[in-house]
């Protein structure tokens, strides 16, 4: 764990809100969720940051890492106390509060998509970019000390899975930890989800149907897709993720694998270029990201609020995560 005076850092709080350069395209003030989104913004890689807008997309609070910590901010969450959960890859886990104010620091430059703090106070977290044999999950208690950790060999050293490597073996992009006390992995490379013990062992899995130009993997499976992220488990007992190829969001039943729910964009495919994260709220709806845009979409498909990007640059993974903060403060998704 870090001392909290090497830590430097930019943090924009303003009241009234700031106008951004992000443009909403489409909003339907009686049917989207009330509140505010908070966003991992990605459009310039040279100054990435943590913003928390309104529906009319302008800015209500910043976060720009500056000083020793760079890198990519791949992860942020509301914890239940108020302060932000934020991931840089190549740096590590950083604790902030509303005035900018680091409390909890973990340097691991592995960190990567996704951390969330537990019920007992540890920290979950994958790191993506992993050699076969290394972990790709790891907990961590308040001072950093790894209490669980999970690599795979157990399972995946098989066919067709045994001989990946594209930005590392499994390239694990989404973890959570269940209501049963099994963690839930989401292996990018393998097209797959897999429910994993304590014991490190697979207790379940779902593998989607696609054969992926990039690894070169083949995968069968009820549900055509591929390249998984972020899947969670629904209150109703169904899984919500992105999917690629087809480019869309995604909500199956467990046993069955039938699907419930699908959305691909109006626009066509591309409009879901490099889709990320979904994540269902109270009313209904559903957060999703991809690329350039924020979505949400109603349970009939309409988009009932769409935010774009800062237009301009190469980069068109902008947008990595969103959740939306509900006018109780509390968090949906992360």
Partial sequence: MIRLTTIA???LHTWPALAGDYRVTHLERSKVFDGTTLL????????????EVDFNGNILWKFRPAGHIRGAILDAAKLENGNILITIRHSGIYEVNPNGKVVWAHRDPGASHDADRLANGNTLYNLGWRKKGEDVVREIDPSGKVVWSWQGLHDYDREPFADID????????????????NTLVSMRNFNTVAEVGLDGRVVREWTFRGKDKRTGVQTHGKIRGERNHEPEILDNGNMLLALRRPNRFVEFNLETREIVWSWTHPGGGRELRTNREANRLPNGNTLGTAGNKIIEIGPDGTIVWQMLAPAGGKNHRKFHKAIRIGADGKAYGG
């Fill in 9 to 11: 850092l930019i943090i």
């Fill in 40 to 51: 991992a913004d990605m459009s310039d890689p040279r100054q990435a940051k943590v913003v």
């Fill in 166 to 181: 594209s930005e590392g073996w499994m390239h694990v992009n989404g973890v959570s930890r269940l209501k049963n006390g």
